[in-house]
């Protein structure tokens, strides 16, 4: 059985009289381990809704929490995942991780163009900052690929993209997702080209 990543936490907030305090220095308790895949996981050190709460000492990721796993637009997602090598990964490595991660419309969307080159292919509509901090992991998107290494950082704007583990070791990113206003492939296409959003929708 994979273990959950650890990942410690440090949160800070505001005391009653405005000044700021360290609320949390611990453990992060949200944490996910694969069940199907060894080495798999990731935890999520906080997250928020529109707009942010900066008054309240609530934990939005507190133990027994529920946790999407993509933000809506207005919200974000701090999430720390650990990859294993690709050769880790079953035959039907796609059903099984979107059936675990809840992410099957996600696996979908971002099939459309990927030619099924690689498992992980996905888009969300988000804007999502990764920062690789152990390891090394590729970036895959429809037409073209990009290797990261520890320190390296990507800027992923609404793609399909996937990330392949062609290592014998596991990686570490850090990701921000940031969750953007639904737009679609097809219609931010449609936009380029100079056509307004309503007439791309069906």
């Known amino acids: 059985m994979t273990e959950s990543p650890r990942v410690r936490r440090v949160v800070t907030g505001h005391d009653d009289d405005g000044r700021a305090v360290i609320l949390i220095d611990g453990i992060a308790p949200n944490a996910f381990a694969s069940e199907v895949i060894p080495g798999f996981g990731a935890a999520v050190p906080w997250l928020t809704a529109y707009p942010a709460d900066h ?35 079953p035959s039907d490595a796609q059903d099984r991780i979107f ?13 459309r163009h990927s030619g099924g080159k690689h498992f992980w292919f996905h888009r969300t509509d988000s ?14 998107v429809d037409d073209g690929e990009a290797t990261l290494r520890a320190g390296d950082v990507a800027v992923q704007r609404a793609t399909s993209h996937a990330w392949s583990n062609r290592t014998d070791r596991i990686a570490r990113v ?24 309503e007439s791309a929708r069906p």
Do not use: C, H, M, N
């Open 99 to 111: 059936d675990e991660i809840d992410g099957k419309a996600e696996a979908a969307e971002g099939a």
């Open 55 to 89: 008054v309240s000492d609530d934990d939005p990721v507190g133990p027994g929490s529920a946790t999407p796993t993509f933000p809506r637009a207005g919200e974000t997602v701090f999430r720390i995942a650990e990859f294993p090598p690709d050769a880790s990964y």
């Open 127 to 140: 804007l999502d900052y990764a920062i690789v901090l152990e390891g090394e992991i590729t970036l895959l």
């Open 174 to 197: 850090a990701f921000v997702l940031i969750g953007t206003e639904p737009l679609s492939a097809d219609e931010i296409a449609a936009q380029r080209r100079g056509i307004p959003v």
